[in-house]
């Protein structure tokens, strides 16, 4: 009976670090793929395969978001701030802002966005979202994006998504490094020592 025991637990134990170890591989593999374009708050075009050989931290919002989509973009200051000091902000890193609703998120949109944030118009800290003339394609594209790092999002029909909640620093080719925790549980610190150890 105690062999059936021992079979049984070492069956699950197997099975559970199969698990772990899938999402550890596929995170660690993720990679977003050359194709997806998107266009800047200043209706520029940003191709994913050609834009700069940086660190990039990527953080997916909305501007409608009640809580924790401006709450991690403020944190996300106080990053720069602290990137800034160390001399490496815009030189080995910059930020990432990808709107999730691209229909309401128009160029213009993201532009008051910044603005109501007090966000640094120096080009190392882009707005992203879909080309207004080609919504259906870029919505898709961002879809794509969201999901190499299994970022989930889905409008229940409110115009408030509900959403997954984590932002992701990918390497010079674009390829996952590490996700961290939006909103209130974003520690700028650990982010920041993150980032210093990958420069």
Not at 7 to 13: A, D, H, P, S, Y
Not at 39 to 68: G, R
Not at 120 to 143: F, S, V
């Amino acid at each position: 009976m105690k062999k059936i025991y021992l079979i049984c637990g070492l069956v699950v134990l197997l099975g559970i670090s199969a698990g772990i170890s899938f999402f550890i591989i596929r995170d660690t593999t993720s990679k977003i793929p050359d194709h997806i374009t998107l266009v800047t708050m200043h209706e520029e075009k940003y191709d994913f395969s050609k834009e700069n050989k940086k660190l990039k931290l990527v953080e997916f919002m909305y501007t409608h978001c009640p809580d924790i989509c401006p709450t991690t973009t403020q944190k996300m200051k106080f990053l720069k701030r602290d990137l800034q000091e160390a001399g490496v902000y815009g030189k080995n890193v910059e930020f990432l802002t990808i709107s999730i609703d691209p229909y309401r998120d128009a160029p213009k949109t993201m532009r008051k966005y910044m603005e109501t944030f007090e966000i640094e118009d120096d080009g190392n800290w882009l707005l992203l979202t879909g080309n207004q003339a080609n919504i259906k394609q870029d919505q898709a594209e961002i879809k794509e994006l969201a999901n190499t790092f299994q970022f989930q999002y889905r409008d229940p029909g409110n115009g408030f998504y509900i959403h997954s909640t984590f932002v992701y620093l990918i390497d010079e080719k674009n390829k996952f490094i590490k996700k961290f925790p939006m909103g209130e549980d974003f520690n700028e610190k650990d982010v920041f020592k993150k980032i210093m150890a990958e420069i």
